[in-house]
Each structure stands twice: as C-alpha cells, then as structure tokens.
C-alpha cells in the first residue's frame, strides 16, 4: 500500500508562510492517473480541501486559498509539497496529505499534523 508522511513545522507566526512536505512511500508520485492533494480540517469544523498536484506536475486549487496556496513537487524525493502563505489563526487545522485516483477519490491517507497559528 502506498504511504503518505506529513512533515513540517507545528507553529507558525501570522503573516509568515506554511509549508509542509509529504513523503511518499510504496508508490510513485508520477505514476498514471495518481493525484496528490493537500486537505485541513480545523478545529470543530470539517474537512476541507486544499489544492493537489498531477502525476503529471499540474495544479488545482480551491477557489478560496488559491491566492495563497502553492503545491509542487520533487520527483526525485518522492515528495510534494504545501505553501500557504499570510497565515492566520484561522488556518489552525490538521493537514493530510492524500493520494486520489482517477475514478476512485481518496485512496490513502497521511496521519495528519497538526499545525497551529499563533503569536
């Protein structure tokens, strides 16, 4: 099974930019027809989702992060990664990495971090 590890800092600053890696074993980032998505769920609310990355390298955001949100990738780490920029104690939220398939939604799951915004 492909697994997914979420990695970064747990408290961020106002004003300063997140950015959480996710590493993926088991399974390549550019196979066919796989999607890598970022998705939050804060405190007390559901979840939400964020924005993902092609095997291919393309982009889709949310339509109310993407002027702060940025997704890319390291094809030779494995890795892709989440910057969201101008953080405010509103984008207090556990983050999980997924991987999605064409015809099928989420597949797997990282366990989540914890990422708090905070003076």
């Known amino acids: 099974q492909v697994q997914l590890q979420e990695s970064g800092p747990g408290l961020v600053k106002p004003s300063q930019t997140l950015s959480l890696t996710c590493t993926v074993s088991?399974?390549?980032?550019?196979?066919?027809?796989?999607?890598w998505s970022w998705n939050r769920q804060p405190p007390g609310k559901g979840l939400e989702w964020m924005g993902l990355?092609?095997?291919?390298?393309?982009?889709f955001y949310s339509p109310s992060l993407k002027s702060r949100t940025s997704i890319f990738r390291d094809t030779s780490k494995n890795q892709f990664t989440l910057q969201l920029s101008s953080v405010t104690p509103e984008d207090t939220a556990v983050y999980y990495c997924?991987?999605?398939?064409?015809?099928?939604?989420?597949?797997?799951w990282g366990q989540g971090t914890q990422v708090t915004v905070s003076p």
């Open positions: 088991g399974g390549s980032i550019t196979t066919n027809n796989y999607r």
């Open positions: 997924v991987r999605s398939e064409v015809g099928w939604g989420p597949r797997d």
């Open positions: 990355i092609t095997d291919t390298g393309s982009t």
